[in-house]
C-alpha cells in the first residue's frame, strides 16, 4: 500500500553553523520532498539563528526552528517530538548528513510495513564518507530484520544505526528532565520502547553519512557520562533489567556501581540491582578494573 508521507528531519544542534550547510545542501538535494526540517537550537551563542533564518528565506525547502535555553539533546528532542508535523521522526545530527535517496528509500520502507502495529519504525545504515559502514550489521542476503532495539545485538546490528520512528508512536515517550545535567543517551527511549513490544524493522540501505567531529557527542561519550551520571545511572539501571547476556550484565552493574556510589549506600545499591552482598563484592573489583 503507497500511502502519503510527511517526514520529519530532526536536528537539535548547539554552536554548529560552522557544519550545518552540508546537511542543509543534502536535504534540499533529496529525491523525496515531502518533510520538514525541524531545528531545535539548544541555546547556541554562534550565528546559528541567522543561519537558519537564512535558509527559510531562501525557500528551498520548509523549515521550522525553535530555540531552546542550553538543556541537552535529550530536551531537545523531546521538544522536536512534540512539534513535529510529520508522520515519521527521523533524527539527522548536525554534524551528519544524508545520502542523496534517504528519504525516498525510507517512505518505500515505511508503505512496506502495511500499518504494521507491531513495528514503531525502520532502522538503516549509517556510513563513513569513503562508503564504509559505522558498527555491523546482518547479511546482505536477508532483505530485512524485525527485532528490537534490546535484541538487534543477536542479529550483529551493532554500532550507530539510523532510526527513524512513527511520530505517534514517539509522543507517547519523554526523556527526563534531570536537575543540573544535560544527557541521557537516546537508547533509553529506544528501549522503553522495546519493553513495550514494539520492533524495528532494520535494513541495509545507507541512510545517514556521518562525521564525528573533535566537539561531538560521540568522540566525548567518556566525559560527558561522567559530567552526567544521574542520567546514566537512570539508562543503565534501565538495561540491567533487560540486558540477558551474563556478562555484559555484570559489566552495566560495575558501571553502575561506579557511577552510583557517590549516591547511594551499599544497601541501597544491592537493592536496586537486586545483588547480594558477594556479588557487590565482585562487582567492586570489575568496576576499579575498568576504570
Known amino acids: ?27 534540499c538535494n533529496q529525491k ?18 541567522e543561519l537558519i533564518k537564512g535558509y527559510i528565506k531562501e525557500k528551498r525547502i520548509n523549515i521550522k526552528y525553535f530555540y531552546q535555553e542550553n538543556s541537552g539533546k535529550h530536551i531537545a528532542i523531546n521538544n522536536g517530538v512534540q512539534n513535529a508535523q510529520g508522520d515519521i521522526f527521523f533524527i539527522v545530527d548536525s554534524d551528519d548528513y544524508l545520502c542523496e535517496s534517504a528519504l525516498l528509500n525510507i517512505k518505500n520502507c515505511f508503505d512496506k510495513l502495511n500499518n504494521n502495529n507491531k513495528i514503531a519504525g525502520i532502522g538503516g545504515l549509517r556510513i563513513h564518507e569513503d ?20 535484541d538487534r545485538r543477536k542479529y550483529n546490528i551493532l554500532g550507530d544505526k539510523a532510526e527513524c520512528f512513527y ?38 540501505i545507507p541512510f545517514i553519512v556521518c562525521e564525528y567531529i573533535d566537539d561531538g557527542l560521540t568522540k566525548n561519550r567518556k ?9 546514566h545511572l537512570i539508562y ?11 556478562f555484559r550484565n ?35 573489583i570489575i568496576s576499579r578494573i575498568r576504570r
Do not use: C
Not at 500500500?1 to 536535504?27: D, G
Not at 562508503?131 to 534490546?150: A, E, H, L, N, V
Not at 549506600?265 to 556479588?279: E, P, V
Open 1 to 27: 500500500m503507497v500511502l502519503k508521507m510527511k517526514i520529519t528531519i530532526f536536528t537539535p544542534t548547539y554552536n554548529r553553523a560552522y557544519i550545518l550547510n552540508k546537511l542543509y545542501e543534502s536535504l
Open 32 to 49: 523525496y520532498r515531502d518533510f520538514e526540517w525541524l531545528i531545535v537550537d539548544d541555546g547556541s551563542t554562534d550565528n546559528t539563528k
Open 131 to 150: 562508503g564504509t559502514i559505522i558498527g555491523k550489521t546482518f547479511s546482505k542476503r536477508k532483505q530485512f530484520i524485525d527485532s528490537s532495539s534490546i
Open 167 to 204: 511520530t505517534n508512536i514517539l509522543k507517547n515517550y519523554k526523556f527526563p528532565k534531570i536537575e543540573g545535567e544535560k544527557f541521557i543517551s537516546e537508547a533509553y527511549i529506544w528501549n522503553k520502547i522495546a519493553q513495550d513490544g514494539y520492533l524495528i524493522r532494520w535494513y541495509n
Open 223 to 231: 566525559k560527558i557520562v561522567e559530567n552526567n551520571p544521574k542520567g
Open 236 to 246: 543503565i539501571l534501565d538495561l540491567i533489567n533487560v540486558e540477558k547476556n551474563l
Open 250 to 284: 555484570i559489566a552495566h552493574k560495575s558501571s553502575f556501581y561506579r557511577y552510583g556510589k557517590e549516591y547511594y549506600t551499599d544497601n541501597q545499591i544491592m537493592n536496586k540491582l537486586k545483588i547480594g552482598k558477594i556479588q557487590l563484592f565482585f562487582i567492586k
